[in-house]
């Protein structure tokens, strides 16, 4: 058995096989690291600048926001298979959001909850829409970023919230 650490989150995988994606944030495996040769970009000192904070701070309300959304779609899920994938929509949205608070150096805020729809189809096709918008404003803000480690961050968000996009697909 080995430890695998991803690179985004800075969390721990154990297990024989590096995982395809990081259990916990979604990063793809390309940013999954054998434990000694790992470097969280969490654990990387960085100044931040004033764009890219405004930046972080988006996100931060973005994704608290999606994870507060899905905790939702969850407790009105027609079935259990969908339950369970809205509650890790929300871990997942949750750990982005704790990456960021760990970028900055802040708390986590409140989290206030959210409304939506009782009908599956129609939150899938919120999902979608949510998703989209952070897949381009992660494009955006990897762009404008000059720090290796905020860039990196954002192009890893960008790639996992299209995935959730490909994954809501296949229930339409």
Aim: hydrophobic share 35%; charged share 30%; proline share 3%.
């Amino acid at each position: 058995m080995k430890t695998y650490i991803c690179q985004i989150c800075g969390d721990a995988y154990l297990g024989h096989e590096k995982p395809t994606d990081c259990p916990f944030c979604g990063a793809h495996d390309n940013f999954i690291k054998e434990g000694k040769e790992s470097n969280p970009i969490i654990n990387q000192p960085t100044d931040i600048s004033e764009l890219s904070k405004k930046n972080l701070e988006e996100t931060l309300a973005l994704e608290i926001r999606a994870n507060a959304i899905y905790l939702c779609m969850a407790g009105k899920a027609d079935t259990y298979e969908l339950k369970a994938m809205y509650k890790r929509l929300a871990k997942v949205e949750l750990e982005h959001a704790a990456v960021v608070t760990k970028l900055m150096n802040i708390q986590m805020p409140e989290i206030a909850p959210q409304e939506c729809s009782e009908d599956d189809v129609e939150n899938f096709r919120k999902t979608i829409e949510l998703e989209e918008h952070a897949t381009d404003i992660y494009s955006k803000f990897a762009k404008e970023a000059t720090e290796a480690n905020i860039r990196i961050f954002f192009t890893a968000l960008m790639q996992v919230e299209k995935d959730h996009i490909e994954l809501i697909k296949n229930y339409l």
